[in-house]
């Protein structure tokens, strides 16, 4: 539920006084601290996970997108080595930025960005904490990884908060509501809403390139995830557009002609697959992106990926 305009709901008692329903004030979404004390009991947490391959050591820490990537990475590790993660190192955070909203009512979330010891030297590790209540914990519902250079500068009030989007926000190019689907179904039929990219007009030359090969056939399905902690949400940024996250699902269905085998070479699948592939095998893939939604203003209203950060969810052979 994002919300850009002040709402407060009045209510008579039958004293005849006014009460006032906190959770639709406008508020900080977070304070300071409660944002800096989420992201330290997420590191803890997720450093825990990682090094042990146990899903159960941050469970209660992550949600939605990030929930299904994480999972799919600590069970495919638990499987292959069993006393944890031979190559773990602790992922450690510098330079924090936290980018903290005014809305009403639940969910209430907050945008942190920093500088990491992985990845890629130049890139700014996004992340998304959400709650549904205040006895709720904090839980990263989004992960992703932005160069440093193309981190937008959102939009702060005097006091220094960040403005959401509506999902149906009319000053935007796509309305946030409608990211994943468009999505999806530009990677099915090509338009002229996503500029090009890699995940973009690249992924649909490497599918055309792909969809057949010497006794194996491929198809792709593609999904748009919505609801709950997937649901798209944004901030707005100084050029009057939006910094937006949202989440799909992608299967890649591999169909092998009478007398050909189809391949598993990687671990990671074999260690989440069911069946066997005998004559098909479906791999799942769930993904959140982070993309800048021009203002519907704008010269170029082409919405642009800033990062795609996606994992191994599950394998099937039949």
């Given at each position: ?13 039958a004293s ?10 406008i ?5 300071p ?5 989420a ?38 590790g638990a ?28 969910p ?7 500088a990491?010891n ?9 992340f ?11 839980e ?7 160069a440093?250079d193309?981190?937008p ?37 090509d338009?002229?809403?996503f ?5 973009t ?39 009057g557009?939006?910094m937006?996250?949202f ?9 092998a002609?009478?007398?050909?085998d ?6 990671a699948?074999?260690?989440l ?13 769930v ?20 990062s795609q950060v ?9």
């Open positions: 539920m994002l919300v850009t305009t002040a709402v407060t709901a009045l209510s008579l008692t005849g006084c006014v009460v006032v329903r906190g959770d639709l004030e508020v900080a979404t977070a304070t601290s409660e944002a800096a004390g992201l330290k009991d997420f590191t803890t947490a997720y450093n825990a996970a990682d090094k042990a391959y146990d899903q159960s050591l941050d469970a209660d820490r992550v949600t939605g997108a990030l929930a299904d990537i994480d999972g799919g990475k600590l069970r495919s499987k292959i080595n069993p006393s944890g993660n031979p190559e773990h190192v602790p992922l450690e955070l510098t330079d924090v930025k936290y980018t903290i909203p005014e809305k009403a009512a639940w209430r979330w907050f945008v942190a960005d920093a990491a992985k990845g890629n030297s130049g890139g700014r590790w996004v998304v904490f959400t709650r549904d209540g205040l006895d709720d914990l904090w990263v519902s989004f992960l992703t990884i932005v440093a193309e981190m500068e959102f939009q702060k009030d005097e006091d220094g908060f960040a403005q959401v989007v509506t999902p149906d926000d009319p000053a935007l190019a796509v309305a946030p509501a409608q990211l994943p689907d468009r999505y999806v179904t530009y990677l099915r039929e338009s002229a809403v500029a090009d990219g890699v995940y007009s690249e992924e649909r030359a490497e599918r055309r390139q792909n969809a057949e090969r010497p006794g194996i056939v491929r198809q792709y399905i593609d999904e748009p995830l919505t609801n709950g902690d997937y649901a798209p949400i944004g901030l707005r940024t100084t050029d557009g939006a937006v996250f989440t799909t699902r992608h299967y890649q269905k591999q169909t002609a009478q007398g050909v189809i391949p598993v070479n990687d671990a699948v074999k260690a697959m069911t069946g066997e592939p005998k004559e098909s095998l479906t791999l799942e893939f993904s959140n992106q982070a993309v800048l939604d021009p203002a519907k203003t704008a010269a170029d209203r082409q919405v642009k990926f800033l996606g994992g191994l969810t599950g394998a099937k052979g039949e």
